[in-house]
């Protein structure tokens, strides 16, 4: 397979995004539908080649590649991650399409915005390179930051786009600053030089000068993307944001971002910091310790404290939105058992968190563009006595949200309880029982304000007639077919997800394909 081949899921996303901005200067009627479709078309291709290249991969037709100078290198881990980004972006669209439509909202350049970030999620994951890294990071906020004000009749959404422009910039500059600081003391940006560097003290030029400055550049290179996943103390912006913006682009946010940020995490500190499978912690003393700790920290805050914020909120996106961060939390517990390079733990802890990200992505979109599309995504109308009675007003809907919901909880057998099952037990294969007891008993604090949702939406009677063309909120299984195909999909994904584990006890064999690729994406992290 040529190069050109290789990079092609990338080409298809920046042309299609071109494209679909230029058609919004040429078209001759006001619709976003087009555009919308095209994206579609666009992100459905992108996933095909990429889904392609796995498959190749796993058999051994393929073998990873450099690009661009050591700039860019595709493996099955960056591969299944930009699968997470376009299996979410698609979910993601079809919400988008319909929302705008119902808001009478006609101009299609939003779809292109979100061509281009999901490009920026994708080139951030397979980067090796700390400069090309930062430039897609960049290419993934700057049209998020438009997206998010883009219902410019909104002062919340304005509001929203404003504070995460000016944060996100900050949290770009503390960033580019730790990579500056690695620079300086490494003279590399590339990951894998840098990786030799960390576990040998060792540089082309001698040994590294200054070891505090080059803690200090490792520190806010993290302190950056833990920005972008909203881990506590750092996720004062997400609850006002993720109200603020408009459903789909919430969703879409708390799902891709996510994923991008912490596949670049993995990357670092599994290949960077320790080095992959059988490198000792004693090899990086100078980093190993104080990092390990201050990874435990934020893990345990933000698990504990958005669940606990949580539980006095009213508004459903706001639930949402501090659910979304104590799922970072709980991912991150996966990232302290990845750090720990005992036999092949590490690369089980990375399988099982590309496997929880699949998931979260999955049942994060989902619960979003529904709540928008019930509550009509308006400030008055996002309160959870809003959804009184909504189960049996529109049955479709409130099934979905229901079955998201308790996926968000860890309800058996649905994939979020696998998802958490296999961090947390790759946490106590490592010997970090306090850890993970710790995430199960934050789990437990957050089933009451999950089973909340469910309460509005079946035990309480609805204030008020509901009006589905009036509040865009009405679904039947004969309108809106690709918004309901998106759901039905969402719903499917969740089951079939959830039993797929199971086959590890032979139970349903053909079910367990995610959960091997994902085992596939984590061992390619020890070939770089």
């Given at each position: 397979m040529t190069s050109f081949e290789i990079f092609s899921p990338y080409t298809v996303l920046c042309v299609g995004g071109l494209v679909v901005l230029l058609l919004e200067a040429f078209k001759k009627h006001?619709?976003?539908l087009y555009s919308g479709y095209l994206s579609l078309a666009t992100q459905a291709i992108a996933l095909v080649l990429v889904w392609r290249q796995i498959l190749l991969m796993k058999s051994g037709e393929l073998s990873s590649a450099t690009l661009f100078r050591n700039a860019i290198h595709i493996d099955s881990f960056g591969l299944f991650?930009?699968?997470?980004?376009?299996?979410?972006g698609l979910i993601a669209t079809v919400g988008a399409i319909e929302y705008f439509e119902r808001k009478q909202i006609r101009y299609g350049e939003y779809h292109s915005f979100q061509l281009f970030a999901m490009l920026g999620m994708m080139l951030m994951v397979v980067s090796v390179e700390l400069v090309t890294l930062f430039?897609?990071?960049?290419?993934?906020?700057?049209?998020?930051?438009?997206?998010c004000g883009y219902r410019r009749d909104r002062s919340e959404g304005i509001e929203s786009s404003l504070k995460y422009f000016i944060l996100g910039g900050f949290a770009a500059a503390v960033l580019i600053f730790g990579i500056a600081?690695?620079?300086?003391?490494?003279g590399t940006t590339n990951l894998t030089d840098i990786a030799v560097a960390l576990r040998t003290g060792q540089v082309s030029g001698g040994v590294i000068g200054n070891t505090a400055l080059l803690q200090m550049g490792v520190g806010l290179l993290a302190a950056g993307l833990l920005f972008k996943i909203a881990a506590v103390p750092l996720h004062f912006w997400l609850p006002d944001v993720y109200e603020g913006a408009p459903a789909p682009v919430t969703g879409f946010m708390a799902a891709g971002v996510k994923a991008a940020a912490f596949a670049v995490m993995i990357k670092f500190l599994y290949v960077g910091y320790t080095g992959g499978p059988g490198v000792s912690e004693s090899t990086n003393p100078f980093l190993q310790a104080p990092f390990d700790q201050i990874i435990v920290v934020f893990a345990c805050m933000t698990m504990l404290i958005p669940n606990l914020i949580a539980l006095r909120q009213t508004s459903v996106k706001r639930i949402l939105a501090y659910s979304s961060i104590a799922h970072a939390g709980y991912m991150l517990v996966g990232v302290r058992a990845m750090s720990s390079s005992q036999d092949t733990g590490g690369d089980q802890a990375v399988a099982a968190l590309l496997y929880y990200l699949m998931v979260y992505g999955i049942m994060t979109v989902g619960a979003f563009i529904i709540v928008g599309r019930i509550t009509g995504d308006e400030k008055e109308r996002s309160s959870l006595d809003s959804l009184n009675g909504i189960g049996y007003e529109m049955p479709f809907l409130s099934f979905v949200l229901a079955i998201c919901v308790l996926s968000m909880a860890g309800a058996p057998p649905l994939a979020g309880f696998w998802g958490k099952y296999l961090v947390f037990k790759s946490a106590v294969d490592q010997g970090f029982i306090g850890l993970a007891v710790f995430a199960v008993f934050t789990s437990?604090?957050?089933?009451y304000y999950y089973l909340r949702i469910l309460v509005h939406l079946y035990m309480r009677p609805a204030v008020e007639a509901v009006k589905p063309d009036a509040a865009g909120a009405g679904v039947t299984l004969f309108r809106d077919w690709d918004f309901n195909i998106a759901l039905g999909t969402v719903a499917?994904?969740?089951?079939?997800?959830g039993i797929g584990p199971v086959s590890v006890f032979n139970v349903i064999p053909d079910c367990s394909r995610f959960w091997n690729w994902a085992q596939f994406a984590a061992y390619s992290l020890a070939g770089m």
């Open positions: 006001p619709t976003q991650v930009c699968a997470i980004v376009l299996v979410t430039i897609s990071l960049e290419l993934m906020s700057l049209p998020i930051y438009v997206m600081h690695i620079y300086g003391q490494t437990v604090i957050a089933v499917f994904a969740l089951l079939w997800l």
